[in-house]
């Protein structure tokens, strides 16, 4: 018997799902069929993305909202694309653009190519848009940075006991982890500290 199943990726443990699994089960796939992942698009190194293709058998139907859920990367989708309908025979249909509804399987030479021709333009815009995510990210950090914004933890406080301390483990008369241990700091961080 064929199954229907939904897939439903957001990037991070932030975003919410929920628009996407309304879709899901709007067009009918049951909750227990419905695999979601909280993980970036970039590779489809996924858990959950890769159980749902051993899970796939010839005649099942995978439903995503849009091309952008499955992945955004350019080649890889359309990898993923093939594997999933050639060489699983299962049918993709992709809620937002109903002319990526692979069910359709009579249809003509003019309706294939004009799926295949979508397929590629919304594979290249998923992407672009990762792309221009990523350069957005590095032009924020980069004037972040000029205005004076520093990233990471801060540095940590030298306790009031330090010079005491310094004074002790330069006359020798303590090693770096003693010294450490009575600043209450591991000894890399006091050798850090006194540039060593």
């Given at each position: 018997?064929?199954?229907?199943?939904?897939?439903?990726?957001?990037?991070?443990?932030?975003?919410n799902?929920?628009?996407?699994?309304?879709?899901?089960?709007?067009?009918?796939v049951?909750?227990?069929?419905?695999?979601?992942?909280?993980?970036?698009?970039?590779?489809?190194?996924?858990?959950?993305?890769?159980?749902?293709l051993?899970?796939?058998?010839?005649?099942?139907?995978?439903?995503?909202?849009?091309i952008?859920?499955?992945?955004?990367?350019?080649?890889?989708?359309?990898?993923?694309?093939?594997?999933?309908?050639k060489?699983?025979?299962?049918?993709?249909?992709?809620?937002?653009?109903?002319?990526?509804?692979?069910?359709?399987?009579?249809?003509?030479?003019?309706?294939t190519?004009?799926?295949?021709?979508?397929?590629?333009?919304?594979?290249?815009?998923?992407?672009q848009?990762?792309?221009?995510?990523?350069?957005?990210?590095?032009e924020?950090?980069?004037?972040a940075?000029?205005?004076?914004?520093?990233?990471?933890?801060?540095?940590?406080?030298?306790?009031?006991?330090?010079?005491?301390?310094?004074?002790?483990w330069?006359r020798?008369e303590?090693?770096?982890?003693?010294?450490?241990?009575r600043?209450?700091?591991?000894?890399?961080?006091?050798q850090?500290?006194v540039?060593?």
């Open positions: 018997m064929a199954n229907t199943y939904g897939y439903v990726r957001v990037s991070t443990r932030e975003q799902a929920d628009r996407q699994l309304v879709a899901m089960r709007d067009f009918g049951t909750d227990n069929n419905i695999l979601v992942e909280k993980i970036s698009g970039a590779s489809f190194e996924r858990p959950i993305y890769r159980r749902l051993r899970k796939l058998k010839p005649g099942d139907t995978l439903v995503i909202k849009s952008d859920r499955l992945g955004r990367d350019y080649g890889e989708i359309l990898e993923q694309w093939r594997v999933i309908t060489e699983k025979q299962v049918s993709i249909v992709v809620l937002d653009i109903p002319l990526l509804d692979t069910r359709q399987k009579e249809r003509d030479l003019t309706g190519f004009i799926a295949d021709l979508v397929l590629q333009i919304l594979s290249y815009v998923a992407q848009e990762r792309e221009f995510i990523k350069q957005r990210q590095a924020g950090i980069a004037a940075q000029a205005r004076g914004v520093k990233f990471g933890r801060p540095p940590m406080e030298r306790p009031t006991s330090f010079s005491e301390v310094l004074g002790a330069e020798r303590i090693s770096a982890r003693e010294a450490g241990r600043l209450g700091i591991s000894y890399k961080t006091f850090v500290w540039g060593q």
